[in-house]
């Protein structure tokens, strides 16, 4: 098992702003959005714990006390007018509020691994996808072409290109990418990854299907989804056991790890995008703690800097 820090000071030397300068070049920049999964709707939700979770950690919404939450659904794109076809991966934002007010998040995308391992990787990544686009490479020739001087990128580019379209914000698996640390009241640690399950199951389209779609077909479901019942989705903590690392979002753990129920996250009704919202994945509370993932580390900073620009109007 790699070393488990509690420290949450960045470990990179990188601006942030570079980072999120980076981004704005892929496709411009939008004042008002955010930098990355720009196009999303907001909603409403309820989590209600298994209680399981009391074994392996303090947190207050992993006990046995349901809690509000707000929920924002997104495409990946940083181009917030871009159709949801064309957006293949798609993103599940939750913040948790406890009952003395603070909030904790959970950002979680429909693949299961990161394409950098490092915040210099992740900006010579975006450098070299934006390069690469002013030129005539195709989706999957761009891909070919960033694997072959960033093998970390592969496993996360493989799982892009097997997704289909959704047909449901509300029926796809989403992952939260980074391990974590859960902290029990003995102090005992624990490695965890978390994942948002469909109580529906995965759904998808074909690309025809998809390909007659409006282009915010997927907020337009879940409207009409609400009218007749919630979104439901079963938060899942996968136990990292020793070897596993955790300072790497770019490699999934092996697929027999145990898998914990924490409770289901009840998804109600759309409201409109709360202005300060910010959804930044370091946000924790008692009993969790960062695990010595780089990127992970680096996104409190990134997401400030985003969010900064945003409030802004730039």
């Known amino acids: 098992m790699n070393k488990l820090e509690s420290e949450s000071e960045h470990s990179s030397s990188l601006p942030a702003a570079e980072a ?3 981004i704005e070049n892929l496709s411009g920049v939008h004042p008002g959005y955010r930098r990355a999964h720009a196009a ?8 209600r714990p298994s209680g399981l979770g009391k074994e392996f950690t303090e947190a207050g919404h992993l006990q046995e006390q349901q809690v509000n939450a707000v ?6 794109s940083t181009d917030p007018v871009l159709a949801d076809l064309l957006s293949p991966a798609k993103g599940l934002a939750v913040q948790f509020v406890l009952p003395d ?6 950002v979680g995308v429909t693949v299961p691994v990161f394409f950098a391992r490092t915040p210099e990787s992740f900006i010579d990544i975006v450098h070299m996808a934006h390069r690469l686009r002013t030129g005539t490479l195709g989706p999957i020739e761009l891909m070919k072409e960033i694997v072959s001087h960033f093998s970390e990128s592969k496993e996360a580019l493989l799982a892009v290109r097997r997704l289909k379209p959704p047909a449901s914000y509300a029926e796809c698996h989403y992952y939260c ?7 029990n009241a003995e102090g005992r640690q624990q490695p965890v990854r978390f994942e948002w399950v469909p109580e529906t199951g995965v759904r998808t389209l074909t690309l025809e299907e998809a390909a007659q779609q409006p ?3 997927l907020e337009d479901e879940l409207e009409l989804r609400f009218k007749d019942e919630p979104a439901i989705f079963q938060l899942v903590a996968v136990l990292g056991e020793e070897g596993d690392a955790t300072d790497d979002p770019t490699h999934a753990w092996p697929g027999d790890r145990r898998r914990i129920d924490l409770g289901r996250l009840h998804i109600s009704e759309i409201i409109p995008d709360p202005k300060d919202l910010l959804m930044d994945p370091t946000a924790l509370t008692t009993g969790m703690l960062l695990s010595d993932d780089p990127i992970l580390k680096f996104r409190s900073a ?9 409030i802004e109007g730039r």
């Open 40 to 47: 999303g709707v907001c909603c409403r939700g309820l989590f």
């Open 177 to 183: 990418i980074h391990a974590y640390v859960l902290v």
């Open 215 to 217: 282009d915010r077909y």
């Open 101 to 106: 007010g603070e909030v904790t998040n959970l």
């Open 302 to 310: 990134t997401y400030a800097e985003s969010y900064g620009r945003r």
């Open 71 to 76: 929920v924002r659904f997104s495409g990946s």
């Open 20 to 22: 999120v300068d980076a």
